[in-house]
Each structure stands twice: as C-alpha cells, then as structure tokens.
C-alpha cells in the first residue's frame, strides 16, 4: 500500500496546488478590488491564472488540433483522426484527409512512449500531411489500463509494433523518433526472420539510442549508476484509486515531469516568472508561445513499470540491441537478417539526450544489408527536439527523408485492411 499512497500524495499535492491556484485568481478578480488599483492583486491573479493552468495541464490529454488542412486544390479539407488498429495499451491512427486522393507515400510514424504523449509529433505530423498518408502509434496512458490488461515491456512493445507493420502492409515507410528507435529496428528485424513479406520499404531511424554506450549523456551515465533494485524502489508506484488503473504498477508522469524540469530549474523558473509578469500586463494569451510549448510539455502519463524498467536494464544496461542479442518471447531476434529494408539515420550535433553515435551505431549491426540502402545524417547545430519537430527538421531533414522515401517506394500504395479485417 505505500506505493498507493505515494502515488495518491503527489497526485493530491497536484490537486491542492490547481485548486489554489484558482482560489487566488477567482478571489483577486473581484469587482470591488477594481477600486484599489494595486500591482500586488494583478500579480496575485496572473499567478493564480498561471499556477492553475499550469497543473490542470499535467492530466490532460492534449488534442491533436489538427482539423483541417488546405490541399493543391486551394480548399481546406477536413482532417479525421481515425483508430485503425485498437489494442489496450495503444493505437495505431490514421490521419485521413477527406475528398483528397490517397498520397502514394504511406508513412508510420512510432511515437516515444517516454512520458509524453504522440501528440508531442503534432507539428511533425502536420509537416508530413502534404506529401504522405500519416499513421500514427498512439500509446494509452498507464493509469487508465485495468489491472486485467496484463503486462507491458520492451518485448510487448515490439510485437505491437510488429503487428502494427503487418497490418499497414509492405507499402510502408516507418519512422522511429527517439526512444522507440532500437525496438522499431528489433521488430523489422523480427519480421525479416518470421514474415519477410510484412517488412517495410523503408526505416527512418531519428535520435535513437541504438547503441547508448557510443556516446554518453547524463541520461546513460544515469542508467549505469544506480541499480535495479534503486530504480523499483524509488522510481515505481501503484496507481491510486481515483484512475481504472487502480492497482497497476507504473512509473508515474509527475515523477517523470519533476525529473525532466530539474534537468533545466533555472531555465523553467525564468519562463513562469516571465509569464506571470506578462499575464499581470496583459500581454499573455490563450495560445502564445508559452502555453504553447508548457501546454505539451506539462502533459506527462504514466509508464507501465515492467516497460520503463526493462528499457532500463536490457537497452540501457545491457545494451541488448547494440550487441545484437535481443530476445522476443524467447527468441533471438537477428538484426542482420535485415536485407531489403532502407535505413537512414538522422543525429543532432548538439543533441543531449540522444548524443550523435548512439543512432548511427543502427547501421553497423545491419550486416546483411548493402551499403546502397544505408543512409545517414548530421544535423549541425540541432538539439534533440530539432531534429524531428523543430527549423532543422522543417528545412533541412523533412525534404532528406521524404526523397529517401521516394528513392525507396515501389510502384503504388494501397490502403491497409480496415479495422474490423485486422481483428
């Protein structure tokens, strides 16, 4: 029960927090105060309007936002996020464009499931929409699974992806962004050695820690300095009574968040104070650039604990991948079984999460794969984010990938099986 209660502590600090953030902007916004025209109850009630905002976001799950898109025909067309593949621990969806013609360009775009949510893809997908048929894996926040679901590691998530693959057919262009990198290139590999035929035209594989030993970071440093058993104990929680998860084991998103904000306090500090001042001058709106970025990045769910501890151990620690000795269900899955499928690699010279080399070191381990279907790239001056939703990815990555696609794509695309055909 003390994981429970953990669990439910910091889920009420975040609650009391919220509900004082609105008891000071809905009490400094009174009519009378209007006839004492002081600084402190306009800066009273910006941090109040900020301080709610901000921790209502962290359990809410933002909105794709993408309604309507304008084609070559100069008409806007309504976007319709469609599930097509239905599983209990996520998704895969499709963003259909309707009254345009099927984009002979299939994409599937694997999302992290690293704490956020794939909405954190949203610019990344809209930059793809002109020029490919977009799927999407769409991971489920933990603390909304039943207990009755079962388990969830690095191995389920290969075979979701697999299955995923299998459905969408051979037409298909993946692209792996961040953590799913090494397990998207495990399940390809998996489906060179069961189901050749499923395998995709091409793998794009963007920051991904494929080998995390190649190039350090604070995060790998991190994963080779404590334990197993330090990362259970402080790491992993029950999920409290107030979600349909009650009960399961999760690593949860507010813990992830005060990680992720104590990477960078001073930085994340700075940007709330700034905040709160524009908000008392009435500079701040609804959808300026700081709700904006804090509006997604605030927004973290719930990791299954046996997926964040097996990433941990066997990708982190025992560099399963790297060493080309990762096993599925038992088997050994042979990364050099791969020898149709085109590879590229993209890297961020200056990214700090996933450092150049760790991505690269894909394409060593591809030893059955000749060197004409190999491909790699060095972003300069990019971080992580860049290289996939940020300027370096618009400019200059998006158009390298998209020709690599092209270079790779057969002669048509059809549309994969419905849903109820998949089942």
């Known amino acids: ?176 962004v961040c953590q799913p990198a090494p397990l998207t290139l495990a399940a390809t590999a998996y489906l060179a050695g069961e189901d050749p035929d499923a395998q995709p035209r091409s793998l794009t594989l963007i920051g991904g820690p494929i080998d995390p030993s190649a190039a350090p970071t604070d995060v790998t440093d991190f994963g080779h300095s404590v334990t197993m058993g330090q990362l259970e104990e402080t790491m992993i929680q029950r999920v409290g009574f107030k979600y349909d998860g009650v009960g399961r084991m999760v690593y949860p998103g507010l813990l992830q968040l005060a990680s992720f904000m104590s990477m960078n306090a001073e930085r994340h500090g700075k940007a709330f104070m700034n905040q709160i001042m524009r908000v008392a001058k009435g500079e701040a709106s609804d959808h300026d650039a700081h709700n904006r970025f804090y509006d997604e990045y605030l927004a973290v769910m719930d990791m299954p604990a046996e997926f964040y501890l097996s990433t941990v151990e066997r990708i982190f620690k025992n560099g399963e991948i790297a060493k080309n000795e990762f096993t599925v269900a038992g088997r050994k899955v042979d990364i050099g079984q791969i020898t149709t499928v085109a590879v590229k690699t993209v890297e961020g010279a200056k990214d700090d999460i996933s450092a150049p080399g760790q991505c690269v070191a894909a394409l060593d381990l591809l030893t059955g794969l000749p060197a004409s279907k190999k491909a790699s790239h060095l972003e300069p001056d990019a971080g992580h984010y860049g290289i996939f939703a940020g300027r370096s990815w618009r400019n200059n990555i998006r158009p390298l990938v998209l020709d690599f696609i092209s270079e790779n794509s057969g002669p048509s695309t059809k549309a994969p099986a419905n849903k109820n055909a998949a089942a």
């Open 1 to 176: 029960m003390r994981y429970m209660a953990t669990y439910d502590m910091m889920e009420t600090i975040r609650n009391t927090n919220q509900w004082l953030g609105a008891s000071a902007l809905a009490m400094a916004s009174y009519p009378m105060f209007a006839m004492i025209p002081s600084p402190a109850l306009q800066w009273m009630a910006a941090w109040g309007e900020v301080t709610e905002r901000t921790f209502a976001r962290i359990v809410t799950k933002p909105d794709w936002g993408i309604h309507s898109f304008t084609c070559e025909d100069g008409k806007d067309h309504i976007v319709q996020v469609e599930t097509v593949v239905e599983r209990d621990f996520g998704d895969l969806i499709h963003f259909s464009v309707l009254g345009r013609k099927r984009r002979r360009r299939q994409v599937m775009l694997v999302a992290p499931m690293s704490g956020h949510y794939a909405t954190l893809l949203r610019s990344t997908v809209i930059s793809l929409l002109p020029d490919c048929e977009v799927y999407v894996t769409d991971w489920h926040n933990a603390r909304d699974i039943p207990v009755s679901a079962g388990k969830f590691d690095i191995e389920d998530y290969t075979l979701y992806l697999v299955d995923f693959m299998r459905h969408l057919g051979p037409d298909t262009h993946v692209i792996a």
